[in-house]
């Protein structure tokens, strides 16, 4: 029986490796946990380590910068769930035989130039070229970040009564990796203007700026209670995983989920439904109950939008979608649909 594509399902995790991490070090206050994007380590006087990990991104034929923006954003976007931006970085190449050092040269100029924005200091890892590596995979980095203790956030956090934003649209970095992957076909359907626009909406899969306005700078606002990155499974996938993280319920108003002109018309021709399809560049957020309107305020001094979608209820009330009043359990898919529509329409043929 082959494995399912893409992260490992909850039932893998709970079964191999929760209750075997290695020695039980106290210090270690976040741990691996379903849904929860850091780990964090207490240090003294009060201060904490948060850390994430994630694959490198390494796709020739979307582009070296592009790849590299990826490799740098997906990972410092798991960070900004603490409400701070990533501080030193380790990275592991493991490269392609084939790949020239000229190309190389190229994709790590970007990853320095990239970090190097944010304020991350890259301080070492491991470079390496590998026979027979022909993954988009290019190995895995880590992001530290150090902070006061008390401050850092994390998924698990949410309480019932909160309210659930959403960032952005669904499905951001799902419309534009295929837009830019199958370009004729897009604008064969959908017309070249909004092509080119789906395409530039791929420096958008940053969540970052979403974050540190959402906390305000040096943790300003304490309304904000919990952040989820917006990965595999989309924006119902990632409440799911927020709420279940905080051993809560939750209840989402289907009609409030922010859906982009742009997202809908290139997820309709992949027949992909944009609230299940991989979203980077979306954060979820809790916030407390009230204070919805003035974190939307916040993000929108940033030019950047966020809709209130639903709220953290009791555990016993259960995680569900709600449509024309209609109230439905929210399933939790552990396969995400992209994956099959790329390699359907890789394998159509479309261009």
């Given at each position: 029986?082959?494995?399912?594509?893409?992260?490992?399902d909850?039932?893998?995790f709970?079964?191999?490796?929760?209750?075997?991490?290695?020695?039980?070090?106290?210090?270690v206050?976040?741990?691996?946990?379903?849904?929860?994007?850091?780990?964090?380590?207490?240090?003294?006087?009060?201060?904490?380590?948060?850390?994430?990990?994630?694959?490198?991104?390494?796709?020739?034929?979307?582009?070296?910068?592009?790849?590299?923006?990826?490799?740098?954003?997906?990972m410092?976007?798991?960070?900004?769930?603490?409400?701070?931006?990533?501080?030193?970085?380790?990275?592991?190449?493991?490269?392609?035989?084939?790949?020239?050092?000229?190309?190389f040269?190229?994709?790590?100029?970007?990853?320095?130039?990239?970090?190097?924005?944010?304020?991350?200091?890259?301080?070492?890892?491991?470079?390496?070229?590998?026979?027979?590596?022909?993954?988009?995979?290019?190995?895995?980095?880590?992001?530290?970040?150090?902070?006061?203790?008390?401050?850092?956030?994390?998924?698990?956090?949410?309480?019932?009564?909160?309210?659930?934003?959403?960032t952005?649209?669904?499905?951001i970095?799902?419309?534009?990796?295929?837009?830019?992957?199958?370009?004729?076909?897009?604008t064969?359907?959908?017309?070249?203007?909004?092509q080119?626009?789906?395409?530039?909406?791929?420096?958008?899969?940053?969540?970052?700026?979403?974050?540190?306005?959402?906390?305000?700078?040096?943790?300003?606002?304490?309304?904000?209670?919990?952040?989820?990155?917006?990965?595999?499974?989309?924006?119902?996938?990632?409440?799911?995983?927020l709420?279940t993280?905080?051993?809560?319920?939750?209840?989402?108003?289907?009609?409030?989920?922010?859906?982009?002109?742009?997202?809908?018309?290139?997820?309709?021709?992949?027949?992909?439904?944009?609230?299940?399809?991989?979203?980077?560049?979306?954060?979820?957020?809790?916030?407390?109950?009230?204070?919805?309107?003035?974190?939307?305020?916040?993000?929108?001094?940033?030019?950047?939008?966020?809709?209130?979608?639903?709220?953290?209820?009791?555990?016993?009330l259960?995680?569900?979608?709600?449509?024309?009043?209609?109230?439905?359990?929210?399933?939790?898919?552990?396969?995400?649909?992209?994956?099959?529509?790329?390699?359907?329409?890789?394998?159509?043929?479309?261009k």
């Open positions: 029986m082959s494995n399912k594509l893409g992260k490992i909850p039932h893998v709970e079964q191999f490796i929760s209750n075997k991490c290695g020695f039980n070090r106290e210090e206050s976040i741990g691996p946990e379903f849904g929860v994007d850091v780990s964090i380590v207490d240090l003294p006087g009060s201060m904490a380590m948060a850390m994430t990990s994630d694959p490198l991104t390494l796709i020739p034929s979307l582009g070296l910068e592009e790849s590299a923006w990826l490799s740098v954003q997906l410092a976007n798991d960070m900004a769930t603490t409400g701070y931006a990533p501080m030193y970085g380790q990275f592991v190449l493991n490269l392609p035989g084939n790949f020239s050092k000229s190309d040269q190229t994709y790590w100029d970007y990853i320095h130039r990239f970090c190097s924005k944010i304020g991350i200091a890259i301080t070492g890892g491991h470079t390496g070229f590998i026979e027979g590596q022909n993954s988009t995979i290019a190995g895995g980095g880590t992001f530290i970040s150090i902070a006061p203790k008390n401050n850092m956030l994390v998924s698990k956090y949410a309480k019932p009564g909160d309210a659930i934003l959403v952005k649209s669904c499905a970095s799902s419309t534009a990796i295929l837009a830019m992957c199958f370009p004729e076909t897009v064969n359907k959908l017309g070249s203007e909004m080119q626009q789906a395409c530039a909406t791929f420096y958008q899969t940053s969540s970052l700026e979403d974050a540190l306005a959402a906390v305000g700078q040096n943790r300003g606002y304490n309304d904000v209670t919990a952040m989820h990155d917006v990965t595999e499974g989309g924006v119902l996938g990632a409440i799911y995983e709420a993280a905080s051993n809560n319920g939750a209840f989402i108003y289907n009609d409030k989920l922010p859906i982009g002109i742009l997202q809908n018309e290139v997820c309709k021709l992949f027949s992909l439904d944009p609230r299940y399809c991989i979203g980077a560049g979306s954060m979820i957020i809790t916030c407390k109950q009230g204070s919805a309107q003035k974190v939307i305020e916040r993000l929108a001094k940033e030019n950047i939008s966020c809709s209130e979608v639903g709220k953290i209820v009791q555990k016993h259960g995680i569900k979608l709600i449509s024309n009043d209609i109230v439905n359990d929210l399933l939790y898919n552990e396969t995400d649909p992209y994956w099959a529509a790329f390699f359907k329409a890789f394998n159509s043929g479309w």
